[in-house]
């Protein structure tokens, strides 16, 4: 009997640096068959590169299967689109050009995918962020294209791991500009987008967040900064005002220290560093990052082309399968959300209720 391809998500995988270990932690996580259950798999890549990885890794019960579109793919093999020129050349632990050239040509020609909606979810394999840069990449990594491309105003990224969510304030930005860009309204932009994936995209009815400081020890009332008095504190208060439950700005250090992060769904960092590193420290085999505030679902493992261990068979592929794992949890979640705001808004499932003054009062039935 055929199998119903509408069941199955549709998992776009870009290849990435191709020098790097890209293909090696996507490969190892399909050599569990159980990986294919509920989604059918496409790379974004070349099918002469992926085959040079396979054979680099000995892998002969590896099935590709090439395909001109996404909409040829099948479920049970690892499915690849050609989007690079056949002259490509892998040269393993290094930064090319070339490389730079196919990682981009992967990534967009799945970017439009997602965005005319052939795939379901993006899944980014890790990038050089130097050797992809030209005339049509000007941008700090894989973020920063996709909200461009997506025309989204603003993003959040937002690194998701078994026991801890952190969001950024300020993401890929040089230290010495970060408290400039540190504003109340971008504090409270994060907050409502960070609310709101957690709500959507993860099931969290209610969700806490945790807010941090800028300055060490949140500034110690002034003494070593103003900026948790000045905006950081106003930015949480409005975001209250919105319903949202954030608190804090808790100095940094003794909340990841006394593990406070536990007592709450997600926190929000205000630079890169500052919320990646006790992340890292405490996620880095399975932590993913994910981009909240577009409209398409993109995860991507939470490390970077690993040139030095490239072709040595040492990549760990955790990382790629959580990232896999979220994207369709996040699908799912997602499609749920919106079933039932649909179904809470139909006439049957609304009460008005007319108060002693004719005030109207709406419920939605649970």
């Known amino acids: 009997m055929k199998e119903n391809n509408d069941n199955f998500i549709r998992v776009g995988i870009t290849q990435g640096d191709i020098n790097g270990i890209?293909?090696?932690?996507?490969?190892?996580?399909?050599?569990?068959?159980?990986?294919?259950?509920g989604c059918i798999p496409i790379i974004y890549g070349s099918p002469k590169t992926a085959a040079y990885h396979k054979k680099a890794m000995n892998l002969t019960l590896l099935n590709l299967n090439t395909v001109k579109n996404a909409d040829e793919a099948v479920p049970g093999k690892l499915n690849v689109i050609n989007c690079n020129d056949d002259n490509v050349r892998v040269e393993l632990g290094k930064s090319t050009e070339v490389a730079g050239l196919a990682a981009f040509e992967a990534l967009q020609m799945a970017t439009s995918d997602i965005l005319s909606q052939k795939i379901d979810v993006l899944i980014t394999a890790p990038i050089n962020?130097?050797?992809?840069?030209?005339?049509?990449?000007?941008?700090?990594?894989?973020?920063?294209?996709?909200?461009?491309?997506?025309?989204?105003?603003?993003?959040l990224m937002l690194m998701v791991g078994e026991?801890?969510?952190?969001?950024?304030?300020?993401?890929?930005?040089?230290?010495?500009?970060?408290?400039?860009?540190?504003?109340?309204?971008?504090?409270?932009?994060?907050l409502r987008m960070l609310n709101k994936?957690?709500?959507?995209?993860?099931?969290?009815?209610?969700?806490?967040?945790?807010?941090l400081g800028l300055n060490p020890h949140a500034g110690d009332g002034g003494l070593l900064g103003t900026?948790?008095?000045?905006?950081?504190?106003?930015?949480?208060?409005?975001?209250?005002?919105?319903?949202?439950?954030a608190m804090g700005p808790f100095p940094a250090d003794g909340f990841f220290g006394r593990g406070s992060h536990a007592k709450f769904d997600a926190v929000l960092a205000m630079f890169h560093d500052q919320g990646l590193v006790p992340f890292k420290l405490l996620e880095f085999e399975n932590g993913v990052n994910f981009t909240a505030g577009i409209p398409f679902i993109r995860t991507s493992p939470n490390h970077g082309t690993a040139y030095e261990i490239a072709g040595k068979d040492l990549a760990s592929p955790s990382s790629f399968r959580a990232a896999l794992f979220l994207a369709c949890d996040i699908f799912r979640n997602r499609n749920q959300y919106k079933s039932l705001v649909a179904n809470?808004?139909?006439p049957e499932n609304v009460r008005v209720n007319l108060g002693n003054e004719g005030d109207v009062d709406v419920d939605f039935n649970e």
């Not at 040089?174 to 504090?187: F, Q």
């Open 227 to 245: 900026e948790e008095i000045n905006i950081i504190q106003p930015a949480i208060a409005k975001a209250n005002e919105e319903k949202i439950m």
């Open 163 to 190: 026991n801890i969510k952190v969001g950024v304030v300020t993401g890929h930005v040089p230290v010495k500009k970060i408290s400039e860009n540190i504003t109340v309204n971008g504090i409270l932009g994060k």
């Open 129 to 155: 962020k130097n050797n992809i840069q030209s005339d049509e990449f000007k941008f700090a990594g894989h973020t920063e294209y996709l909200m461009t491309r997506a025309g989204a105003a603003d993003s």
């Open 344 to 346: 809470a808004m139909k």
């Open 197 to 211: 994936t957690l709500i959507e995209d993860f099931s969290i009815r209610k969700p806490k967040i945790a807010v």
């Open 22 to 37: 890209g293909y090696e932690v996507i490969f190892k996580s399909f050599l569990d068959a159980r990986m294919f259950d």
